[in-house]
């Protein structure tokens, strides 16, 4: 049977077909749907993790155990992931174990675009990088057949535009793979130095096997065609390359990226006049063929930022562009914007109100940079707003700067990784303040349930991790658990945190504004009372619009949360149902 | 079997470009295309301009659209056809939905939503402007507009031989399966 299937839903089918038991993941753009749809095939226990780390370790553990597991997450989650990873690397599998990385060139939802390829690298495991859905699922069954025949992780590589693209998948039947038994080996399981001092030379030799293997595996392959041009690809590339030459150029297309085929790279070297490599962001690939002595033509002409696509190979490579329409009319843009009635606005509106630096984290609420709420001065990466503030307070405190720094964290990112940073702030006597922006749910990718949910990736009914008592168990002095819809409530807080010099910290709990049933409520404009001085329209709420003079709220979009009737000064705009 | 096909989808997010091109797939596949599509999730969807990409043909490689390759964008929103317009082919076809979406700028009135946009787009390419907010509101259910949009597309590309009711049988919840039968049948009626 075929489907058209997204690669990350693919990559699901993979180990469903190829008999995975055990699967983790922390949500993260564009991996996530990895193991939502994973969490599909009852055969496979899944769950989410707080963290990529945590994800990655459980797996390490289910391998070990005798399962062929999986852990995914996006390419960011890998560095968080990376201190497992790499010793993972020396003391192998017992079953099967992959573990997947979506990259996100062009950073259409991330913070920065890494290539992750070098983690391979680096972590000495072997990589496999699809091109599309078909291969998505079909190496599952590659990396999970190496990982046990070379005791070895593998890193499966993919993309965006391979993870969210879609395709036609073959569709198999579940192989029954039975847990390998389980037999304690402290020479290889327990990496203290003595151990660890001979796995490395085990991973050195392994290396040398994959190499080998890397020559001779069928998804590392010559395509020839004519040999004026010859192009070396891999991944999504691959698929531009076909697009812009079709059965023109001869290609190897290399599905196998660590360790990388030397002696394929200059059999094929040799069979063409002119040597391209096409690949995304780094130069990985070109490197290796540069130190093998060949000349090769890649970054000089292809961008090392954002995505490639079939127009920029085409006009490098063959200096041709497609006629296109062009129109002289500008558009305003259209950036991403936080919805109607998300509980976040308000706690934004008080800050910006008070004017105290905000560090803030990844999730939808790093939206409140965008004006007008302007609202937050930093984002780096999962959870260093509340590590970061507390170094913000000290640096200042230290050198007798008085003032107050918030953070502003997610309840998931609470989780993943902002706990240590508040056990941070108790520990060393920091008194920067973290307000928890708990939406009760894993919002920006798309509602996932976290340990604060009460419920499972697979739907069962789990204990919800209460912020407020873990807080005061951790020292916390004060816990002040507000409304972020009323005003004067997030004010009042905000206002005793930059009063005190007690460690602090304020959960503003309200429900995103997607969590169905979609809340129902109305405001309007009295059109009489309303002074049009604009106070309303610096919440950046969609609802609320200026038109001809006239302020109004469209009341499809409005979920009657009232912010704009507690900013309002004149009264003019009040609750209708 | 004809040459690839490229449609590109524009629209903002939670106009429903992902379901439309979703069974615009299903359906070409059932009927012995091969297909790949592109689209992106997470932060733009949060009210950001979106794209879904759609290419069929006997062989298709790149799931990606490039600029000047499209052979029809559906335009879910009027600004949305002019910021994609470059990737249309000299000799394509805008269909566009003659609503206006103003984006975060124009709601406060920094900016101001572009005039006459339809105007401008039929200057230099053809376009078939449909109210489909119109259409489907008359049907009961504004949010229907997606599947009118994929009516007219289906009619443009001369798919009707597809059994296309089955498919959106196949992907939308029971009790919307009547709004958006009437709503494909309305879409095949504008041209």
């Given at each position: 049977m075929k489907k058209i299937m997204m690669g990350d839903e693919a990559v699901a089918r993979g180990a469903y077909e190829y008999g995975i038991t055990f699967a983790a993941a922390y949500p993260g753009t564009?991996?996530?749907e990895i193991i939502e749809n994973i969490a599909?095939?009852?055969e496979i226990y899944s769950e989410w993790a707080p963290n990529e780390k945590v994800a990655v370790e459980a797996a390490i553990g289910a391998s070990i155990a005798g399962a062929r597991s999986l852990a995914a997450m996006k390419h960011v989650g890998l560095n968080v992931a990376a201190d497992p990873l790499f010793t993972f690397a020396y003391t192998g599998v017992n079953g099967g174990c992959v573990i997947v990385t979506a990259d996100d060139p062009g950073m259409h939802s991330s913070q920065n675009e890494q290539d992750n390829r070098y983690y391979a690298k680096f972590a000495k495991i072997p990589m496999l990088e699809p091109s599309d859905s078909q291969e998505c699922k079909d190496f599952v069954g590659y990396a999970l057949d190496i990982s046990e025949k070379y005791d070895t992780p593998v890193l499966l590589r993919l993309t965006t535009r391979v993870s969210h693209g879609k395709g036609v998948v073959e569709l198999g039947e579940r192989q029954n793979v039975e847990m390998k038994p389980y037999k304690k080996d402290i020479p290889k399981y327990v990496m203290v130095p003595a151990n660890a001092q001979k796995r490395h030379v085990v991973v050195e030799e392994r290396l040398k096997a994959l190499r080998q293997l890397s020559e001779e595996?069928?998804?590392?392959?010559i395509e020839w065609n004519d040999r004026e041009i010859g192009i070396i690809t891999s991944g999504i590339s691959y698929l531009y390359v076909k697009e812009v030459f079709g059965d023109e150029v001869s290609i190897l297309k290399l599905?196998?990226?660590?360790?990388?085929?030397s002696e394929l790279i200059k059999k094929f070297a040799e069979g063409v006049k002119k040597l391209y490599v096409v690949e995304e962001l780094e130069p990985y690939i070109e490197e290796h063929v540069k130190s093998l002595g060949i000349k090769v033509i890649g970054k000089e002409i292809l961008p090392i930022v954002g995505e490639l696509n079939p127009g920029i190979i085409r006009k490098a490579i063959k200096g041709e562009e497609l006629e296109h329409i062009s129109v002289d009319t500008k558009v305003p843009g259209r950036p991403p914007m936080l919805c109607?009635?998300?509980?976040?606005r308000g706690v934004f509106y008080v800050l910006k109100k008070k004017r105290v630096p905000v560090l803030g984290d990844i999730g939808?609420?790093?939206?409140?940079?965008?004006?007008?709420?302007?609202?937050?001065?930093t984002c780096v990466c999962m959870g260093a707003s509340v590590s970061g503030s507390h170094g913000f307070q000290k640096a200042n405190e230290h050198k007798g700067r008085k003032q107050k720094t918030f953070s502003v964290i997610g309840d998931s990112t609470f989780f993943h990784s902002g706990i240590t940073g508040l056990i941070n702030i108790v520990y060393n006597k920091g008194n920067a303040v973290p307000i928890i922006l708990d939406n009760r749910i894993t919002a920006m990718t798309g509602h996932q349930h976290n340990p604060?949910?009460?419920?499972?990736?697979?739907g069962e009914e789990a204990p919800e991790i209460d912020i407020a008592k873990l807080s005061e168990a951790i020292g916390v002095k004060r816990v002040r658990v507000v409304d972020p819809f009323n005003l004067k409530e997030v004010e009042n807080a905000v206002d005793e945190a930059v009063n005190t010099d007690d460690t602090m910290v304020i959960i503003a709990k309200g429900p995103c504004a997607?969590?169905?049933?979609k809340p129902q409520g109305e405001c309007r404009i009295d059109q009489d009372k309303?002074?049009?001085?604009?106070?309303?329209?610096?919440?950046?709420?969609?609802a609320i619009s200026k038109k001809d003079g006239i302020f109004s709220i469209d009341p499809d979009q409005c979920?009657?949360?009232?912010v704009c009737m507690q900013v309002c000064p004149f009264d003019a705009i009040e609750k209708v149902r | 079997m004809q040459e690839v096909k490229s449609i590109l989808m524009v629209g903002v997010g939670g106009q429903g470009t992902i379901l439309a091109s979703n069974v615009l797939a299903e359906g070409l596949l059932k009927n012995g295309y091969d297909v790949k599509m592109s689209e992106v999730h997470g932060m733009?969807?949060?009210g950001g301009s979106v794209n879904t990409q759609i290419r069929f043909g006997e062989k298709v490689y790149s799931p990606v659209i490039e600029v000047?390759?499209?052979?029809v964008i559906v335009a879910f929103e009027k600004m949305e056809a002019v910021r994609w317009?470059?990737?249309?082919?000299?000799d394509g076809v805008v269909i566009v939905n003659t609503v206006e979406i103003p984006p975060l700028s124009v709601l406060i009135s920094k900016e101001e939503y572009p005039k006459n946009l339809i105007e401008e787009i039929s200057k230099s390419v053809k376009t078939i402007a449909v109210d489909a907010d119109k259409i489907a509101e008359s049907l009961?259910?504004?949010?229907a507009q997606n599947i009118v949009l994929l009516g007219v597309l289906v009619k443009y590309l001369g798919?009707?031989?597809?059994d296309w009711e089955e498919v959106i049988k196949n992907n939308v919840p029971q009790k919307f399966v009547e709004l958006n039968t009437n709503a494909f049948r309305k879409g095949l009626e504008v041209i």
């Open positions: 564009p991996s996530t599909k095939y009852k595996i069928s998804i590392n392959r599905g196998m990226t660590y360790p990388l085929p109607a009635g998300c509980p976040h939808c609420y790093t939206l409140g940079a965008a004006p007008p709420l302007e609202a937050i001065d604060g949910t009460g419920k499972t990736l697979m997607l969590i169905p049933p309303c002074k049009k001085c604009g106070l309303c329209l610096r919440l950046g709420c969609p979920t009657g949360c009232t | 733009s969807q949060r000047g390759a499209a052979d317009l470059n990737y249309l082919k000299k009961g259910n504004i949010k798919l009707q031989g597809i």
